[in-house]
């Protein structure tokens, strides 16, 4: 969400006539976009924070801006914290920037400013589709921070759309802190199968992904729209958080171990190819050993296919910091982190090692240390070498290599007829 906050920040800021550069230091205006869901996430905020203060004392008129979820609804902690921040703007809060660079330069910001869709963007692009989220859940701030769900109209997001395909994207992943609850709040009641079917018209587009669902609103219709519709990627980000009842009770997550296992059994027969991403925090406030082993058993269990895992941290303003003690010490968290992590290894060793020998649709990305790279429709990273030109295109790789994290292969014979070498070179 913060990526594509930056991007429209960035295209507002080039109607205005400004320009990228590659080094803070040779910039007018320098904006950070922050997140705090984690203390670690936090800290690098304020060690970022700290060595722009050298180049704003430098350049006194360059501006500075710091943006995103450190900033809440008042941001006079923050100033007196960091007294040469010339702007303090909360997520999706663009104005008082772009108040203050139209004043530099002498124009009317307003007047220069269209939609807000990225001006050079990549193959793949990021599209808020709902901002905010209801749902209060006891150990995170963003509801404090972003507000509440509000969906942008279905032809809202598809004119953005349109818009990408015409400027050269591929795919797009649509966004949302709870990106299934997309439409509650409309007036037409749309879902987010309604938008799957309107996007999955578009021409130039050729996959459409999403994140982050949320168990509670992962329905069925959605389900059988990721199975029928041909640009829908079979990869679901559905995060569990932890697998014992009375954890995820303390966490106010709204379903049970068991409807998360139904869930994840009833996504697994309507879309047979389906690839299930989870999220896992380790440590939560009185989370025995026992309780935690329930969250070892559920993942050993459904052998998901990769698992983001972090250790609780306390977030200022959360429920749980006001009603719960964090007494389970940093080591703890540290050695339950470290144990998901290696079980879920050897599964994802085991799962893409089943991939080795099979002929996977990959649309390329980009290069890295010369190797084109890319993704399969389930989000596994593939490496293939290759001296034609391939970057948006999509095509068939032989998987002969796995590891946990990603997959080695080689261009099909047919790939290679069809994508000549480009003169632009690798960029």
């Not at 869709?117 to 901002?131: A, E, F, L, Q």
């Not at 009641?189 to 996007?199: I, K």
């Not at 026992?290 to 941290?313: G, I, M, N």
Request: charged share 25%; hydrophobic share 35%.
């Amino acid at each position: 969400m913060n990526t594509a906050d930056s991007e429209r920040l960035g295209a507002a800021l080039e109607q205005m006539g400004l320009q990228p550069v590659e080094k803070a230091a040779e910039a007018d205006v320098i904006v950070l976009n922050s997140c705090v869901v984690r203390q670690g996430a936090e800290d690098k905020v304020v060690s970022n924070l700290a060595w722009m203060a050298p180049l704003k004392k430098k350049q006194p008129q360059r501006i500075v801006a710091l943006m995103g979820c450190m900033v809440g609804p008042k941001s006079d902690e923050l100033a007196r914290r960091f007294p040469y921040v010339d702007v303090f703007m909360r997520p999706q809060e663009y104005e008082p920037l772009l108040e203050l660079v139209g004043e530099r330069l002498g124009v009317d910001w307003e007047g220069c400013v269209g939609p807000l869709t990225p001006v050079r963007p990549d193959v793949t692009c990021h599209v808020p589709i709902i901002h905010g989220c209801d749902l209060m859940c006891t150990f995170c701030i963003i509801p404090y921070r972003r507000g509440r769900q509000v969906s942008r109209p279905v032809e809202e997001v598809a004119q953005e759309v349109e818009t990408l395909a015409s400027r050269g994207v591929k795919e797009v992943t649509l966004l949302g802190q709870t990106v299934d609850a997309y439409g509650h709040d409309l007036a037409e009641n749309p879902s987010l199968a309604d938008l799957f079917m309107r996007l999955n018209e578009i021409d130039g587009i050729e996959r459409i992904r999403f994140l982050t669902s949320h168990p509670m609103f992962m329905t069925q219709e959605i389900i059988q729209a990721i199975a029928e519709l041909p640009k829908v990627c079979e990869h679901i980000n559905l995060p569990v958080q932890a697998g014992d009842d009375e954890v995820l009770n303390q966490m106010r997550r709204r379903y049970s171990r068991a409807e998360y296992i139904n869930l994840v059994s009833r996504i697994r027969q309507t879309v047979p190819d389906v690839a299930i991403a989870t999220d896992i925090i380790v440590g939560f406030p009185g989370e025995t050993e026992e309780q935690f082993q329930h969250t070892l058993d559920l993942l050993s269990d459904l052998r998901l296919d990769k698992v983001h895992c972090a250790a609780y941290s306390t977030r200022p303003g959360t429920i749980a910091s006001r009603t719960m003690d964090d007494a389970i010490s940093d080591t703890e968290k540290t050695s339950r982190r470290q144990r998901v992590e290696h079980q879920q290894e050897k599964i994802q060793t085991e799962i893409n090692a089943e991939l080795v020998g099979t002929y996977q649709e990959i649309l390329v990305e980009g290069r890295q240390r010369g190797k084109w790279q890319g993704r399969t429709r389930s989000n596994k990273l593939v490496f293939f070498e290759d001296q034609a030109y391939h970057l948006g295109n999509l095509v068939t790789v032989k998987i002969d290599r796995s590891s946990p994290w990603s997959l080695q292969g080689s261009l099909a014979v047919e790939a290679r007829l069809v994508n000549p070498v480009h003169s632009r070179g690798d960029n």
